[in-house]
């Protein structure tokens, strides 16, 4: 019998399988790892993603590129904002459901404190554009890491023609759609290059059918249960953001929680998509900002190292001081992240079979063209005014991915390293 080609029996080599370290990664350890990463995600998402990739996968070998890639394939399809809920599975797969909590928080609390301060000295002081000028050379270096991480999951993932195709072809899509449909093209992606993935690395290797394990039943009920109770929450944290409110009420702990809450089930597609109806709630419907306010809270977002949705903390702010900035905070991440562990373990289960392996590895060539667009979409946002914008932003990137991709230096010393280039540069 001819042999089935090995490219095209799993996405996952066989030696990858086993645990990458068998002893459990301590607390503490897992805390001072995602604190870390949560003090370089400059840049939203895939930065965020990136540093933890850079950190968990490249340094200290805890998680395999195929965990990230389908972490971020399971972001890109489930409510929330996507870079902690990565960040909670990768937490979940190392120290179960604890670890997902200390995961969560640790990579959320540098950009929670740093927005508790900018929060406190926005009341008082206004902005400072001094310090802002300092993260413009932030930019080029977040996108380098990002265009870094992209290549190395290209070498290893992009097997054959069909993968590199896939991937180009999604770049192509994401790069010509505009950008008010992006987030219907990417539920497109995911399906299509699924269904691709199906018929081209499974229908034709039936061979490919004996790497396939059935879950335990026990298993499977116990994860529907979950996934059942997890969707339930889903629709009362909905029905709850539109009930009437008192507007005695406004202000309230209450209403604060419900809102973010019920608003963080309903983001699909990422923190950008869902910025204007956050503003219709929290300039419109309960005023608790004014329109400049509200812009300014998006700005601080973009200047704090973790995910846009940190705006939560400033807002809440704005309205009720601390606890409202912590029960904002917390509910506008805690239930996405709560329904990224759940289905990723039903989806665990179901990945088991050859079939799973095919469908996983169509999606993951077209997750792998998001990620690089990702870098070409940051690096539009640069100022290209002016030669005296452009010279710096294109010597940071290119230092930064050659030292990336060369001698994979730490992003701990690259990007404060950029940061501080970048502010002499830009002067």
């Known amino acids: ?50 540093v933890v990739q850079s950190i968990l996968v490249d340094k200290k070998k805890l998680l395999r590129r195929e965990d990230m890639l389908d972490a971020i394939t399971l972001a ?6 996507q870079a902690v809920n990565v960040v909670a599975l990768s937490g979940s797969r190392l120290r179960g459901t604890l670890g997902a909590v200390v995961a969560a928080v640790a990579v959320i609390l540098p950009s929670f404190v740093l927005m508790l301060g900018l929060s406190f000295f926005y009341q008082h002081y206004g902005t400072n554009p001094v ?66 993935g199906y018929y081209a690395f499974y229908k034709k290797n039936p061979e490919a059918s004996h790497v396939a394990m059935p879950a335990p039943k026990a298993n499977l009920r116990f994860s529907a249960g979950a996934l059942a109770a997890t969707l339930g929450m889903v629709v009362v944290l909905i029905a709850l953001l539109y009930v009437p409110v008192d507007p005695q009420q406004y202000d309230s702990l209450f209403n604060l929680s419900k809102t973010f809450s019920g608003l963080s089930v309903m983001l ?12 219709h709630h929290v300039v419109e419907v309960f005023g608790w900002l004014s329109d400049s306010s509200f812009t300014d809270a998006i700005a601080f977002s973009q200047v704090m190292p973790g995910p846009i949705l940190i705006a939560a903390t400033f807002i809440g702010f704005q309205v009720k001081g601390f606890m409202g900035a912590l029960l904002s905070t917390i509910a506008v991440f805690a239930p996405p992240a709560i329904v990224m562990v759940v289905v990723a373990r039903v989806a665990d289960l179901l990945k088991q079979s050859a079939a799973a392996k095919g469908v996983l590895r ?11 667009f990702a870098a070409f979409e940051l690096a539009t946002t640069a100022d290209t ?5 452009i010279i710096p932003f294109v010597v940071i990137f290119a230092a930064s991915l050659y030292a990336i991709i060369r001698h994979n230096l730490d992003v701990a010393y690259l990007i404060p390293a950029a940061g501080v280039v970048g502010y002499f540069l830009y002067q």
Request: glycine fraction near 10%; charge should be positive; hydrophobic fraction near 50%.
């Open 1 to 50: 019998m001819t042999q089935p080609d090995e490219r095209l029996v799993s996405a996952e080599p066989q030696h990858e399988q086993q645990p990458l370290n068998p002893a459990p990664i301590p607390y503490r350890t897992l805390f001072a790892t995602f604190f870390k990463a949560g003090c370089l995600g400059f840049g939203g998402f895939m930065s965020l993603i990136s």
């Open 76 to 81: 890109s399809i489930l409510p929330g904002p």
């Open 131 to 196: 310090v802002m000028n300092f993260f413009k050379g932030f930019l080029p270096a977040v996108t380098a890491v990002i265009v870094g991480v992209a290549w190395k999951m290209t070498r290893q993932q992009v097997k054959g023609k069909l993968d590199l195709f896939l991937l180009l072809l999604a770049v192509a899509a994401l790069v010509l759609i505009p950008k008010d449909l992006r987030l219907y093209v990417t539920f497109f992606l995911v399906i299509v290059w699924g269904l691709i």
């Open 268 to 279: 699909f597609g990422g923190g950008y998509v869902i910025i204007p109806i956050i503003r």
């Open 362 to 372: 169509g999606i993951r060539s077209g997750v792998i063209g998001m990620i690089y």
């Open 385 to 389: 005014s002016s030669w005296s914008q």
